[in-house]
């Protein structure tokens, strides 16, 4: 299925020590490295929940986020949530990192392009964190899931042929050699008025 990509584009709030969206919005995906300007929630962000709007992508028919972070925690840890439209997803715990690492989570639904673009929010929520430990983020995007919707299939092609307008089925019987055209309304009028037999 076809992704798009969302980033970081404004602060929800300012909770945690360090938390401009500029910080973690870098123009890289997975696993490339990250500039290491990041995100800081320290033992003053205990529980705390950083929100942070994301970018619309502009996709319709949306069915899954996965999303990315490159992040480490010096003790205490971080959990993440997605907000789309009026929806607020469980959050997930993301693994304790010693180093720069990425890791994903991924969220599934069903949401349109307008749910998205009303309300699309990550939640990055800091758990316990003692004196001396910090949670860091260095960058984050989201890669959208969506579908396609197949085309509406088209009508099936009337041919003409030496004894006028005929189904294409009949052109084959008759084997007479089919030209497709496009039928007009006036003649599909003619073509279905002729089977009707007058009262």
Do not use: C
């Amino acid at each position: 299925m076809p992704i798009a990509i969302s980033r970081p584009s404004s602060n929800g709030n300012a909770l945690w020590q360090s938390n401009p969206y500029t910080s973690i919005n870098e123009e890289i995906l997975q696993p490339a490295v990250g500039n290491g300007t990041m995100i800081v929630a320290n033992k003053n962000d205990d529980h705390e929940t950083q929100l942070y709007g994301m970018s619309n992508p502009g996709v319709d028919n949306i069915t899954g986020i996965t999303a990315w972070l490159y992040h480490y925690t010096e003790g205490g840890s971080l959990r993440i949530a997605v907000g789309i439209g009026a929806d607020v997803l469980p959050s997930q715990l993301l693994p304790s990192r010693s180093s720069r690492t990425w890791d994903s989570v991924t969220f599934t639904g069903q949401w349109t392009q307008a749910q998205f673009a009303a309300l699309a929010q990550t939640h990055l929520i800091a758990g316990s964190i003692n004196q001396n430990e910090d949670v860091r983020v260095d960058t984050l995007y989201w890669e959208v899931t969506y579908s396609i919707p197949e085309p509406e299939p088209e009508p099936e092609p009337i041919y003409t042929g030496p004894r006028g307008i005929v189904p294409w089925w009949n052109a084959l019987e008759r084997k007479e050699p089919p030209q497709m055209v496009k039928e007009t309304e006036f003649e599909r009028f003619m073509r279905v008025r002729q089977f009707v037999r007058p009262s």
